[in-house]
């Protein structure tokens, strides 16, 4: 997506979204060019070569939102997301600011690097309550308010990782009550539950309910 405006992606899956290349990558999603305001909420990614970007890609000067390219995105949340395997990152930050990185869970399997969130080129924002199987980097001037994650996480925390399934455990310690309250900007979980007005707000993109 190119200079969009107040964009949302909600509930959407994507599969298999590779060139199969091993010097070039593909987008799940990404949006770009002075793009603003863009959602990414409740959305599953398996097999993607990078499944989340804001401002991935780069972009012809010709084509930057009202002709400003000092950024590639602004304003953009990705929340309540599911990750299951990548060639590269997770989630790619190029040029964003005012970023918001809430409540994914990131399983991301880069072999060159251990990053499952690279924050790269002046991108600036938060990156709060989320899981993932690998760290995050700050690249090339990049900068971000890291809180209440847990990377390098175990697969023990969900009910079946090899399969997809990231519902946490009742055992889940490590995730469970652990978040920071973001109940006006993730009031509700990837299954649309509620999360909790008050205290066990847990990481990642599902809210633990008894089965």
Not at 7 to 36: E, L, M, P
Not at 53 to 82: A, K, Q, W
Not at 85 to 97: F, H, Q
Not at 143 to 154: C, E, I, P, R, Y
């Amino acid at each position: 997506m190119v200079a969009v405006f107040d964009w949302t992606i909600r509930h959407c899956r994507f599969y298999n979204v590779t060139k199969g290349r091993a010097d070039d990558v593909a987008y799940g999603f990404f949006a770009k060019g002075n793009s603003q305001g863009t959602i990414v909420d409740g959305c599953y990614f398996e097999n993607c070569d990078i499944p989340l970007s804001l401002g991935g890609g780069g972009t012809d000067p010709r084509f930057f939102r009202d002709g400003d390219s000092t950024y590639e995105h602004r304003g953009g949340t990705l929340r309540n997301n599911v990750v299951h395997g990548t060639k590269d990152v997770a989630i790619y930050l190029n040029k964003a600011t005012d970023f918001d990185v809430y409540n994914n869970t990131l399983w991301s399997t880069f072999k060159d690097g251990d990053s499952s969130i690279d924050v790269r080129f002046n991108s600036r924002g938060a990156i709060i309550n989320n899981l993932c199987s690998q760290d995050y980097h700050l690249r090339d001037g990049g900068a971000a308010t890291a809180s209440n994650n847990v990377f390098h996480v175990s697969a023990k925390l969900f009910v079946n990782q090899a399969k997809g399934d990231y519902h946490l455990r009742a055992s889940a310690p490590a995730a469970r009550g652990k978040g920071a309250n973001l109940l006006v900007a993730v009031p509700t979980d990837f299954d649309g539950k509620a999360r909790p007005r008050r205290g066990a707000f847990d990481l990642g993109a599902f809210q633990y309910t008894a089965r």
